[in-house]
């Protein structure tokens, strides 16, 4: 059976979402009336995903009142499993954690939700330039793509780029010694002077639109340092190897049962009439000493708010008073990328008896990377693509169909006539979530963080900014959203001092 | 006497927006119950300003019922005249006309309304490197800042650059030959490429901060071009010299008792009762054959709409059917520049008897360009400087009492002391505005033209986009609007068919 999961689908049924059904809407569509009393609690959150939920637990904790308002039917934000029957479930949203995630792992382990190591046994696929090969990913180097060119300047530019990184400042990019220079050209400006062979310039080009799913002309080159200082402990050592390997990166180990168990732990703890779904959010009124939250259905009258949306998501929210001109502004300059998620379900991972971890790296239209997304057992067989960036914003356009056998001729190309013919097709356009507007993270262009970097976290009166966007370490990540979830409560509990 | 204006004053009173009082506000800022009957018409047009009062009346000349929307108590957008008392007027919008702006001019000559020229006479004031020089504007190039080195680069650097504008197509820049190139890179990094003294890259700095209001760093090259190319006239010829010249360009005329004269008059022609004041639009619903606009006055049933505001406004807008994942996309990628336009009024234009024009290239803080702004007569005596882009973005976090003491100081350092004392001071941030949110225009940062740049005008079902912004030929300006305009009605008399 061929299956294409829509927006639709994954949102408004159970089917789609193993585990959402969990907490049902809390209310119909239809708009409440507008005069009714508003609610009142000392908190409100907006956003029930992993930043929503962590800062709501904080709050309670510290013995204060708090209400979550969801846009969404179901809680979890970028965070979503797919069930595929018999009790296994795959991810269409984030699902990866690795070393130095330790707000994640630690979260995980509270909860009781195992972690397993991403398959990665066997050799990598290279597919580019004609050229199909295999090469280990257990080298020294870790992967090294068999260019004998490209590899070597890849590695020189990935070293120069850690260098570089590491004179970012976390907390304040824009204080970098070197920021002007380096927020004033795109990262593909940079590639193009720094790397010089085809092979090193496809290897990084693969590595921007793997991280942040959009095109190295789309990106500062200052964001990118910022984000790699932040892929490592808070203290410092941030790479973007360990952002874009398996062993020993960002995609090591994956959840037993799905990375939204964590975000169901969570809403469970809080508990289910603390979060409003269907609750989208349309107007925060700030007066003296508190905040009205206006939402489709209720008003909820607060003592200080957090918003966890991406920047680009809160643009659509009326503010009274209305935000200052540089929160405004940088809301127009930090958008989301583009990812399309795709998978195809098999018996079994055929690949393996193969020999092949199920990861390649290619240059190939539209899916240039694949990785093994079977469940622990290895039943059934799963196959990840990503279309990111660039491929995301033309195939988009496309038809279900013709974006399926795309990638599956892809799939076909790198293991064999076998992966044309899945028993389930799942896949997840993120650009087309009117509650995220684009995967994996909200990103900024050049001279963004220069002139409206310090308004990311700076709170508007009694608005406090939360979610993977305002991370400083493992910013756009699981990780990062906790952590910032646990930040903006601790502004939100001062509020209420 | 010394005044400054602020938002509220401007928007909320007659005494700062002169003419503007002709039409009252239609209705006070309650919402209005949601559930009333919607009331009838053939389009809505959403947003007052030239764009949309020309679409309406376009659609009134073919004989069809249309609506305008305002959010503001105000017509006009980006247009607004100043009372200087007595009479006089000057503008705290956009006020130039210039020759191939073939539109606005007839337009004015229709409603009676006539051009004067800039005041261009004497010696412009070069005021950079330490150095304070005059020079003449009269040359056979133009005015050509005394710079030996860097204004021949300069000149050079803009040659090159008018001829790629001329392979950019207006109509769709992403088509350019070697648009892939110049969209993946900021116009930073071309300046540095290719302008090597620090006089020509002054003057290209200038440059675009003059015309876009932003950095070098932060706009493609690519949008830079496209932009170029489309100010002249509609066959070809754009050059960025008729977008940074007086004599002979963008800033040569203006005209007698303020740009506003032709919003006003456009306003009049269409009638007050078919333009809604005070009615910011919050939701677009769309259903078969017909478009329900709801703003905070009433919910108004279409067959067509035209949204004429800003991409980055257009972003609060609540709209169902949800926009296609490429406009929305697009609206988290097309800012608003930042200018504030700072006016000091005097008895006369007293740098005129010592033989200057009141035209400064400077590269001081926070004023690097100035305007003689005086009336027709030359009565009062107005110095006009804009603080733009990166200067904007710091000075608007200041006290207005610090800006002015800024503004003043380097007024004083151009003009002499003398320019200290004003008899009034204006200054308007169009950056708080929160129906503008940044002038003058918006742009695009790499990436966006080439990725989405086919979704600018693709109109969303029954949803046509016109404004400064949507124009080709002489996007961003009054004339380009007065196109959009007309090019949308066209656009939704096609629904009505």
Redesign the interface.
């Known amino acids: 059976m061929s299956r294409t999961v829509t927006r639709r689908g994954l949102l408004g049924t159970a089917a789609g979402a193993a585990g959402a059904a969990a907490l049902p809407p809390s209310a119909g569509a239809k708009?409440a009336p507008?005069r009714r009393a508003p609610r009142r609690t000392d908190v409100v959150v907006v956003g029930a995903g992993l930043a929503g939920l962590r800062a709501a637990l904080d709050v309670v904790a510290a013995g204060r009142s708090v209400v979550v308002l969801e846009a969404r039917d179901r809680v979890g934000g970028r965070l979503l499993n797919h069930a595929l029957g018999e009790g296994e479930v795959i991810e269409v949203g984030g699902q990866w954690v690795g070393p130095t995630q330790d707000v994640l792992l630690g979260l995980a382990r509270e909860l009781g939700v195992d972690t397993f190591p991403t398959y990665d046994q066997g050799s990598y696929l290279y597919a580019a330039g004609g050229r199909r090969e295999r090469y280990s990913p257990t080298g020294p180097l870790g992967p090294v793509p068999p260019d004998l060119l490209g590899a070597p300047e890849a590695f020189l530019a990935i070293a120069q780029l850690d260098q570089m990184a590491a004179t970012v400042p976390v907390e304040a990019p824009w204080k970098a010694p070197r920021a002007a220079e380096w927020?004033?050209?795109?990262f593909?400006?940079w590639k193009l002077a720094n790397a010089h062979t085809p092979g090193a310039r496809l290897l990084l080009d693969l590595a921007i639109e793997a991280v942040w799913a959009?095109?190295?002309?789309?990106v500062s080159l200052l964001h990118v340092l910022a984000y790699i200082r932040g892929a490592g402990p808070a203290g410092g050592g941030g790479s973007l190897n360990r952002l874009i390997n398996t062993a020993g990166g960002a995609q090591e180990q994956r959840f037993v049962g799905g990375s939204q168990r964590i975000v169901l732990g969570l809403a469970e703890r809080l508990g289910k009439r603390r979060v409003k779904l269907g609750s989208p959010v349309?107007r925060v009124v700030q007066r003296k000493g508190s905040v009205d939250v206006v939402c489709d259905t209720a008003t909820w009258r607060a003592r200080s708010v957090v918003v966890t949306a991406p920047p680009?998501v809160t643009?659509?929210?009326?503010w009274e008073p209305?935000l200052p001109?540089?929160r405004?502004?940088l809301?127009?300059?930090?958008?989301?990328g583009?990812a399309i998620k795709c998978q195809a379900v098999y018996d079994e991972p055929f690949w393996r008896a193969d020999g092949l971890a199920g990861q390649v790296t290619s240059d190939a239209d539209p899916v240039r990377i694949t990785f093994d997304n079977s469940p622990p057992d290895g039943r059934p067989g799963v196959l990840l693509g990503f279309i990111e960036g660039?491929a995301a914003?033309?195939w988009?356009?496309r038809s279900a169909a013709d974006r399926k056998a795309a990638v599956l001729r892809c799939f076909a190309d790198f293991f064999g006539d076998r992966a044309s013919r899945p028993k389930a097709y799942v896949e997840m356009?993120w650009?087309?979530e009117?509650w995220t507007?684009?995967c994996y993270v909200g990103f900024t262009?050049?001279?963004?963080l220069?002139?409206?970097g310090e308004a990311i976290r700076r709170p508007h009166q009694r608005v406090h900014w939360a979610g993977a966007e305002t991370a400083t370490v493992w910013n756009g990540y699981m990780d990062g959203a906790l952590r910032s979830g646990s930040r903006a409560a601790a502004e939100a509990l001062g509020d209420l001092a």
């Not at 959009?214 to 789309?218: A, G, K, L």
């Not at 643009?315 to 009326?318: F, P």
């Open positions: 708009p507008r927020d004033s050209q795109t593909e400006t959009c095109e190295p002309r789309d349309r680009a643009a659509s929210i009326d209305w001109a540089d405004a502004q809301l127009q300059r930090f958008p989301q583009n660039h914003r033309v988009a356009r356009d650009s087309a009117r507007r684009g262009p050049p001279g963004v220069l002139d409206f």
